[in-house]
């Protein structure tokens, strides 16, 4: 630049140095042989200034392109440590440090470094069977933390070069868990609560948040690791409908979620609405997952070809009557919004299939609330919405419930009571609904002109129809068998001392053989009494009972 200029007086300007006035002022102390160390902290910005002013082997043998190359090589590529640090550094230098290969050698130096590191805690989970998981975990993800200091797409490259080189897929959830804890800070629970004030913060940190939460979910690996808490997954899908996350990134945590949706608590599902003047919880991913899971069932028992492998206790069915029992209690969970429509109320009931309910108590208690609450329907819709209510899958405590609710239509309140006099005169007669079984049944049987196809899916239904019927009669059976005990121990309150009324009957009877009548009245006459007596209060008993 010297030679070049035409005045040897100008000013000469160094502009857009790699590494700025620092980087600059360790090459020139390089050059005219002051001492200094390379360290993880300035390697890359001394190569990249070495780079720029082209300090290469034609003008000095160890040059400082080489001897920041041999640092590189022989220090820091062989650390995991060293390289996140030499990495993290990269951030602030421009475009050349791509040029000269910094980054890329520094990611696939942190996948193999972890790769090894796999390999050396597989052998110590090995000697150590009977330590504690927490020293396990430590032991296997000591790196997780030092990952988070990288930058989004620094992070993001190293995770797929992890997942390329085989590094199990706990240990990247695991690293994902720890990354998002650590960037995503940037929201309050006030504002989840209060998604007005999320307007305010537009600019830089939303716009990183999005890409934080967008580039995480497309991480996450492809296999479905139960070692993944559900409480993450939600808080993911929370932030990602926050900062307003593209819907494939939203139906890909959503379709997560509803792999193991038997396994979430009703709070994880309370997720709360950030449009203005709408309802106060966010019903529409809810109605998202459930119909994931749905399909996630379907295709489960479609490759289930085996005709016994619907059994009762099959685990599709059980994690089915699961998430019925669970969103019945978010039914009436969010009954109690004023603003919840009724489209989305009845849209959230009818999707559940009729099987997944062994009893109706939980919709029926969430209808309850709904119409307590929304008292402007009119009957029609109370109609509408009743009408997914099974009078005969209702227990006792439920059908007396309804025969007195006021807010029920008439014809509801009529079916209540006809089933009831139905299931009265069935328990009198002995009979445990067997002839409604039967007609069930006879309605399934599959035609002859139907398709194999059709045949199969005519023998699913009354399979299921089966099943049901069986879990109803459980339910029934157990109820009276509450009822049979409660009769037992009024009869044995009722006879009071029974045994030793008739025994000291005997002892009477058989004074009379012995000595006198006058004797032998004695014990009849309190035999009587003691008969007066227990009738009166088993009458008193009866009446409370009653």
Known sequence: MVADAKDSTAKLELLNIPGGPLAFELAMKFCYGINFEITTANVAHLRCAAEYLEMTEDYRDENLIARTETYL?????????KSVEVLSTCETLPSIAEEVGIPSRCVEAIAMNACKEQLVSGLSMLNCDGESTELKSACLEWWVEDLSLLRIDYYQRVICAMTRLGVRPDSIF?????????????????QTWNPGKLKLNTGMAEHDQKTVVES???????????????????????????VDATIACRLELERRIAFRLEMVSLDDLLIPSIQAGGSLYDVDTVHRILVNFLQRIEEEESEDCGYESEGLGSPSHDSLLKVGRLIDTYLAEIAPDPCLSLQK???????L????????DGLYRAVDIYLKVHSMLTEQECKKLCKFIDCQKLSQEACNHAAQNDRLPVQMTVRVLYFEQLRLKNALSGSSGDGLL?????????????????????????????????????????????????????????????????TSLSKGIGRIGIFSGQAGGKPKKSGRKSRGSEGKTGRSRRYSVS
């Not at 090589?73 to 995991?80: A, F, R, W």
């Not at 299939?353 to 109706?360: G, L, M, S, T």
């Open 73 to 81: 090589d022989e220090v820091v590529v062989q650390s995991l440590e």
């Open 216 to 242: 995480l979910v497309s991480l996450m690996p492809t296999e479905q690791s139960c070692s993944v808490p559900l409480s993450f997954m939600f808080g993911m899908l929370r932030m990602a409908i926050m």
């Open 345 to 351: 109320f009845i849209a959230m009931i009818e999707i």
């Open 353 to 360: 299939p009729d099987y997944a309910r062994v009893i109706d």
């Open 174 to 190: 695991a690293s994902l868990m720890h990354f998002a804890q650590a960037s995503l800070k940037g929201i309050g629970k006030c």
């Open 438 to 502: 039967s007609q069930r049944i006879s309605s399934g049987v599959p035609s002859a002109a139907m398709s194999p196809r059709d045949n199969y899916a005519s023998l699913r239904r009354e399979n299921r129809e089966l099943k049901l019927e069986i879990s109803r009669m459980r339910v029934r059976l157990s109820e009276l068998e509450k009822e049979q005990l409660f009769m037992k121990q009024g009869m044995m309150d009722k006879t009071g001392n029974g045994k030793t009324f008739l």
